[in-house]
């Protein structure tokens, strides 16, 4: 995949956003590597990479001298954990590989907001919500509302806690829309859920 363009005043992390099979990981990666000695940007990472295709480019980055991905964006969260949990987060771990996580929150349904059909109208993100209302994902937010009600936050915080504790990931991207969201990411970042919380949680999104 050919690399996002980057303005030269970013110097800062640069993604291949998708695959792109008929592009070589050796011209992706070739035009990483005159970013990054011109100075454009600072690290380079993939998102929505399978385990094979980051293998892949890594071996190519080694056998040919070429940049090498320091960070993976997969789309990770309590409900979506199919497509990183295994052997994709394991090479991550081995390869000291930073990990930032999208729709952290699975588009807003693990703060709780939408807990019915009826419930869908309150965003514009409520039709891409449909999918997780069943019994595992109603599941799920009964953990973390119990989980919650134990640590007096927020089931939105309880959520991002659970993935800032997950080895393998470094980070979780979340989007807020107003102030008393901002407050709940912040509340995560101080929040140290116990043994008992994180198997709750685990148990309910398996």
Aim: glycine share 8%; with cysteine; proline share 4%.
């Amino acid at each position: 995949m050919s690399p996002s363009p980057v303005s030269e005043s970013a110097r800062s992390t640069s993604f291949s956003h998708w695959p792109d099979p008929p592009t070589s990981h050796e011209e992706t990666l070739g035009a990483y590597d005159k970013l990054l000695k011109a100075g454009k940007v600072r690290a380079i990472g993939a998102s929505n990479y399978s385990v094979e295709q980051l293998g892949a480019a890594l071996k190519v980055a080694q056998e040919n001298h070429l940049p090498s991905y320091q960070v993976l964006q997969p789309e990770y969260n309590l409900y979506d954990r199919s497509t990183y949990d295994g052997s994709l987060r394991e090479l991550c771990t081995n390869k000291d590989i930073g990990v930032v996580t999208y729709y952290s929150l699975a588009s807003g349904f693990l703060s709780g907001k939408y807990r019915s059909t009826a419930d869908l109208g309150k965003s514009e993100r409520g039709k891409g919500v449909a999918k997780y209302l069943n019994e595992r994902g109603l599941n799920i937010l009964k953990a973390l509302d119990v989980v919650a009600g134990e640590r007096r936050a927020r089931p939105a915080a309880i959520a991002l806690a659970w993935l800032m504790a997950r080895e393998g990931v470094t980070a979780p991207i979340a989007s807020a829309t107003s102030i008393g969201q901002v407050k709940a990411f912040a509340q995560a970042a101080n929040l140290s859920l116990t043994a008992d919380d994180i198997a709750a949680l685990d148990s309910a999104s398996i």
